[in-house]
């Protein structure tokens, strides 16, 4: 992955009618990797947002002096703005994303839903926990260059870093921590979609958070031909539709299901 000149990793805004979709993209990404499941939500009468988490979209050096609480403000922000817009808001996050989706979901039980996309609760490398101590040693270290996608034009669909930053690296496991002790405070409807082809996140994180969501409405998805980004891989199409149906599935109180 790579940040690609012809892509801007800024935010992105697309109005649309009262049911609204915040979506959040992941570790060391940009928006551009939910830019798809966006404009497909968009063109069914959605309003949707997709902010720009702090330290990403410009350097690792950046990355790397940010704080985990300023990823949760930004999200809190974003979700403000777009209650403010709309009737009703869901919401998605891809990996790290997924994380911040879950933070949200615990402190703002009334969400209509969200939506997991490899959610990074436990991540696959184990050098994460060293990060403590590592990030004194080795504050950014490049990226191995390997790929789970399965779609070879998936990648020309991704903005990130090509170094990781170790600094921020801790900062996300203080965040996996503390969400994995808000699980069963998630009580909105969620749904969860994985793939087996994914090498970023533990095998058994989806399954996990599936069963300690404190939801009784939840649901999990395994695909079995995406890599860890599905919101970009060969089955984003698959993913996208069963967002909208999850979405259209879950109307506010007191309205009804329009096919």
């Not at 703005?81 to 009737?87: F, K, S, V």
């Not at 999990?220 to 259209?248: K, N, P």
Request: hydrophobic share 40%; glycine share 6%.
């Amino acid at each position: 992955m790579t940040q690609h000149s012809h892509l801007d990793p800024s935010p992105f805004s697309l109005d649309g009618g009262p049911v609204g979709a915040l979506l959040i993209h992941g570790f060391t990404g940009s928006p551009p990797e939910m830019r798809l499941i966006g404009d497909y939500l968009h063109e069914r009468g959605l309003t949707v947002a997709a902010p720009l988490l702090p330290g990403h979209g410009t350097n690792v050096d950046d990355m790397n002096r940010r704080s985990w609480t300023e990823w949760t403000d930004c999200v809190e922000t974003a979700l403000a703005d777009l209650q403010a817009r709309c009737e009703t808001v869901f919401v998605g996050g891809l990996s790290m994303g997924a994380v911040l989706t879950l933070y949200l979901a615990a402190h703002h039980p009334d969400l209509s839903g969200i939506v997991l996309y490899s959610p990074a609760v436990w991540p696959a490398s184990r050098l994460l926990y060293l990060t403590p101590v590592l990030k004194y040693l080795l504050p950014k270290k490049p990226q191995s260059g390997e790929t789970d996608l399965t779609d070879p034009a998936a990648d020309l669909r991704l903005w990130s870093y090509e170094e990781d930053p170790v600094f921020a690296a801790h900062e996300l496991l203080k965040l996996l921590r503390r969400v994995r002790r808000l699980l069963p405070l998630v009580t909105c409807p969620v749904l969860i979609i994985h793939s087996t082809h994914d090498q970023a996140i533990h095998p058994q994180s989806a399954r996990r958070t599936y069963e300690r969501v404190g939801a009784p409405d939840k649901e999990l998805v395994t695909l079995h031909d995406s890599g860890h980004c599905l919101t970009v891989d060969s089955e984003w199409e698959s993913v996208a539709a069963m967002t909208y149906r999850f979405i259209q599935a879950h109307p506010p109180v007191g309205a009804h299901r329009q096919d």
